[in-house]
Every structure is written in C-alpha cells, then in structure tokens.
C-alpha cells in the first residue's frame, strides 16, 4: 500500500512567495560558501544532504488530497481522499499514467467544505470520456455539493457536461465497504456539518485519514471510539492544525484538532506512523518544521514503550506501507 | 494523583502530585472545584506543579478552565515550578503563552502579594 500525498493544506491552498524564494537562495549561497560546487551535481548533492528541509522543500500548497495505491487494484483503476485543489496535479498524474486509456477513480470524500471539494472543477479525468468516477461519502447532500459549486455563478462548465461517467455512492458509518482486496470503513467526526475519517485495510496494512476532525478532550468515550478506529494502524493522516492551546481556547468548537492530541490518541491506539496534516496556512515553512521537530520531542518524552515514528505531510510526499 | 494545599497570607497554593491524564482529571477537577468557587476578586491560586509528572491533554484543558473561571469571579491562576518535563509539555502545546509562570513558588508569591511572599519566607 503506497500513500502520496497530492495536497496537504488546511482551509486555502498557499504558496511560497518570490521573496520566500529569493529568501531561501540567499540562506543556502551563505552556507554553501567556499564548498567548491562548481556543477550541478556537488550543488544537487550538497542541497540533498546538508540543507535542511525548509530551505530545499516546502510542505506545500495544495488544499487535502491523498492518493492511495491498493495493491490488488486494477492498473487502471485510483483511490483518493478528497477533491481539494490537490486534485489538479492528480488528474495529470492519473492522465501521465493512462497515456489515454480510461481510468476508474475512487473518491472517498471526509465532507465537503470548499477546500475539500474545489479542485474537483479542475480534476482533469472529469472531462475524459470513458473515464468513470466514483465519488463515495457518507452525507446526503454529497452530489449537491459537487454539482452547486459548478453552477453559475460560480464556474463556467456545469456539471451536467463533464464527460467522465461520475457516479455518487453513499456509504454507511462504521460499516467496511469492499475494495479491491480489502476495505474501507467511514468513522463520524466532530466537525461542522460532520466529517468522516476512512479507515483502509488491505493485505494486513492500515492506513487512517481523519481530518477536519476535532477530540473533545472531556468525552471519554469519543475518545475510547477513535482509539478503537485508530488501533494498531500503520500510518494516521491527522488533522494538526492547531496548537492544542488554540483548539481548546481560542478556536474550539471550529472543527480541528493538534498535534499533541494527534500524538496521545496514536500512542493509545499503538498506531505506527502519525502523519501530520491540514497544515495552518498561516504556517509558512519554518512554523512547520518547528511544529514537526516539538511533536517529534513530545512523543520522545511521552512515550511508554511504543514509539510513533512523526513526520509532517507535505505535497509530493510518498509512504510506503 | 493527589491535590495538597498550602496558605500563604491571602493566597491559596494548590500542589498537584502525581500524573494529570485522562483517568485523573475527573478526580482532580471534582477536588479543585470547591476551591476556584472560592476565588474572589482580587485572589489569586498559585499552582504549585513541582510534584507533578505529566500532564496530558485533558489535563490541559482543566487547568485552562480553572484558569477561566477565576479570572470571571475577578481572580487569576498562575503558575509556579514546573518539572522540566511538564514545563516541555506546556511550551509544545503553547499553553505556555496562556498562564502567567514563574520559576518558583516563592516567585509567584513575590509578584503576587508581599505579605504571602514573607509569610512563605517565614515558612
């Protein structure tokens, strides 16, 4: 099971800016003075590794869009969580790798809140004739929602003329749902409107994305339920946004969770991997970088035996399962 | 995990011992509740952490609320000697910028009331 991770933002997409470049060029000219990198390849080397993250990547970008690779699946065939405007370089992934055969994607959408659903208008599969789409969800409003953000006048194509066949399928809570050699089972989250994790299951890996999913931290028993859902996965894509101060002060009851939660709820479960995710935008690089290396040390001094290996989700990132 | 009480002149210092995590919490709340109803404006309740071990989430989230309800009947909670551990926990999870903190106990009664400061240097 491999997971790639085509938009990782929270809310709005972002992007660096011309001076957050020129920025990051003057910082890595400083330290690689007198290094003697005089061709492209002892530069490309030295950027590698001795720059850290933050001045050779950046997290990203694209709003929540996760692609997930079932071993079992038809070579044709595609899993992906949400529809954010990660969904644009997705569509010319799927497109590359089809070289004009038709496709067969799977959408498992956590809600549908605008950042979820706006880069369905530019999914390039949508326009392909003999494409098919299979957008799964648990609300009842989930086709409105798709056709209403492409109707004037909000976007120039309805609907009703993308050429892919896209059909809606509705799935139940807490029941697993059968896919190509395994499964995916819907967990209800605490989020405005409601929100849905998916937990997939194939040849005895795990992955669960939960995000737009706030833990109220006085409710025992939600909490009990999300450990349960979480338990022993190989990989949780959790919702970080917020530091836990902000998510139990300032913005509680906005629908979002932190890293230290993120942290206690995979130690409890005995999860293997937490994949930071739904990063701030208000974040820039650096913020993220730090957030990663203090939630790495809070795991560190919390652990009790099991370790949780921490990594912060970032547009390109692959993790094989 | 255990609540001690100490009073210095006008302040109350409460000493948390043990671990605050989700199975404590309901426990230590029941036991500080009596205790912030008794706040009155102008009063302040240090919180004494030396004692204490861990603190989770749940934890966190207590202490902000008994925070809150002081600060509406006119009081305030403030923070005192933090285990290095703890003191990590509070910085990660930014409810470091959320409490006044001191060093020491006998620094939060200095900033909070000279007669509770020389009433600890008493002993």
């Known amino acids: 099971m491999r997971v790639r991770f085509w938009g990782t933002r929270g809310s709005l997409p972002v992007s660096l800016t011309s001076r957050d470049v020129r920025d990051r060029l003057a910082r890595a000219l400083v330290v690689a003075n007198g290094r003697g990198l005089d061709t492209l390849e002892k530069a490309q080397d030295f950027a590698e590794r001795e720059l850290g993250f933050p001045l050779t990547h950046t997290f990203g970008g694209h709003t929540s869009c996760v692609e997930l690779e079932m071993p079992e699946a038809e070579p044709d065939e595609y899993f ?74 909000s976007f120039p194509v309805p609907f009703s003329q993308l050429a892919a066949r896209i059909e809606f399928v509705r799935l139940t809570p807490g029941e697993a749902f059968a896919l190509p050699g395994g499964t995916v089972t819907p967990q209800l989250q605490d989020h405005s409107g ?13 992955l ?24 022993e996965a190989d990989l949780i894509v959790f ?39 739904h990063h701030e935008p208000a974040n820039g690089d650096d913020a993220i970088e ?9 795991e560190e001094l919390t652990r009790d035996g099991h370790p949780v290996e921490v990594v912060a989700a970032y547009d390109g990132l692959e993790i094989d399962l | ?74 009081g305030k909670v403030v923070i005192a000697a933090m285990r290095p551990l703890v003191a990590e926990i509070f910085h990660i999870s930014r409810f470091s910028m959320l409490f006044e903190i001191h060093p020491g106990v006998r620094e939060a009664l200095i900033a909070t009331s000279p007669q509770a400061a020389a009433a600890f240097d008493l002993g």
């Not at chain 1, 730090?290 to 809070?298: D, G, K, S």
Request: net charge positive; hydrophobic share 40%; charged share 25%.
């Open chain 1, 80 to 153: 992906v969580c949400d529809m954010g405007s990660g969904a644009r370089p997705f569509g010319e992934h799927v497109a590359a790798r089809q070289a004009g055969r038709a496709a067969t994607v799977n959408v498992f959408m956590s809600h549908m809140h605008w950042d979820h659903i706006m880069g369905f208008p530019f999914f390039g599969p949508a326009y392909r004739r003999g494409n098919r789409i299979r957008i799964h969800g648990c609300h009842a409003a989930l086709e409105q929602a798709f056709r209403r953000q492409q109707d004037p006048p």
């Open chain 1, 208 to 231: 669960v994305y939960t995000t737009d999913s706030e833990h109220k931290l006085d409710d025992q028993d939600a909490r009990q339920r999300i450990v349960e859902f979480f338990r």
């Open chain 1, 239 to 277: 919702d970080a946004m917020y530091s836990l101060a902000e998510a139990v002060s300032v913005k509680a009851d906005w629908g979002h969770s932190s890293n230290v939660v993120g942290v206690e709820l995979c130690q409890a479960a005995r999860a293997r991997k937490l994949a930071l995710f």
């Open chain 1, 290 to 298: 730090r957030i990663l290396r203090e939630t790495r040390r809070l």
């Open chain 2, 1 to 74: 995990m255990k609540l001690g009480q100490r009073r210095y002149a006008d302040i109350l210092v409460l000493s948390p011992a043990g671990r605050l995590d989700h199975d404590s919490c309901e426990t230590f709340g029941a036991e500080l509740k009596p205790l912030l109803d008794d706040v009155v404006a102008g009063r302040r309740i240090v919180l004494d952490l030396s004692a204490l071990e861990y603190v989770s989430s749940a934890g966190l989230r207590l202490l902000l609320l008994a925070g809150r309800q002081a600060s509406e009947q006119g």
């Open chain 1, 194 to 206: 409601d929100s849905y994790g998916f937990r997939f299951e194939s040849r005895g890996k795990s």
